[in-house]
């Protein structure tokens, strides 16, 4: 597609329940970065894939949240057990390229609420 | 926490420059510096980025100081679509932790 597409763009959960966002990245790009953005706050990193080598998970707050991205393409950010503190907006972003330096190309986001 | 200072906000005639204003003090020699922006409810747009040279492209102008402890970002001619939230980032080109702080808000007025 023309840009990076994210599913669903709105997300109301149970508290404890499991949720699955999606990120489709542009076409070609290898490098995939998921961000969480609470409200009126900056960006906060979590996770990081490029190519076929291992991701870089240091930003995930806690185990609950995982991440997979298959054929190096589409992603998937699992979050188990879910907290109110994880209502946010859910971004993912893609680059041509290693570290972005091209600039990242965001989504429009998931915005994850936990009632 | 974000390497830059930025003002929390500013206001634009239309039509006119906008010229928003970041300090780096701390900018490490292979640090660029990036802008991006974001339009409420959207996800942040690229705008441009350099090293130590003055930029521009098709959407705005970058111009850093010799010392490379400040820049700022040109838009020639602000338009109302350009109503947004302006983030100055620091970065190693290679580094997956882009840090956003809390940008400056621009608000382009008719």
């Known amino acids: 597609g023309a840009g990076v597409s994210q599913s669903p763009s709105n997300k109301v959960t149970e508290k404890g329940k499991d949720v699955e966002l999606r990120c489709d990245p542009i076409s070609g790009h290898t490098a995939l970065y998921w961000y969480r953005q609470s409200l009126g706050q900056g960006l906060e990193f979590l996770i990081y894939f490029q190519g076929n080598s291992a991701p870089d998970k240091s930003g995930l ?12 393409s589409v992603s998937t950010l699992t ?37 | 926490d974000a390497k830059t200072t930025q003002p929390p906000s500013m206001d634009c005639a239309e039509g006119r420059a906008a010229n928003l204003p970041c300090n780096h003090s701390t900018i490490s020699g292979n640090e660029y510096v990036y802008w991006y922006r974001q339009i409420h409810s959207q996800g942040p747009q690229y705008i441009i980025h350099g090293l130590k040279n003055n930029e521009t492209n098709e959407m705005a102008s970058l111009i850093i100081t010799e010392d490379r402890k400040s820049s700022t970002l040109i838009l020639p001619h602000a338009t109302l679509r350009d109503t947004a939230v302006y983030y100055c980032i620091v970065r190693v080109y290679d580094n997956n932790d882009m840090r956003f702080g809390a940008g400056t808000r621009l608000t382009v007025k008719p």
């Open chain 1, 61 to 72: 707050p806690s185990d609950r949240f995982s991440a997979e991205r298959t054929g190096g």
């Open chain 1, 79 to 115: 979050i188990q057990r879910t907290q109110q503190e994880d209502s946010a907006v859910y971004l993912c972003a893609s680059s041509f390229g290693s570290g972005g330096l091209y600039g990242y190309t965001f989504g429009s986001g998931t915005r994850l609420t936990v009632v």
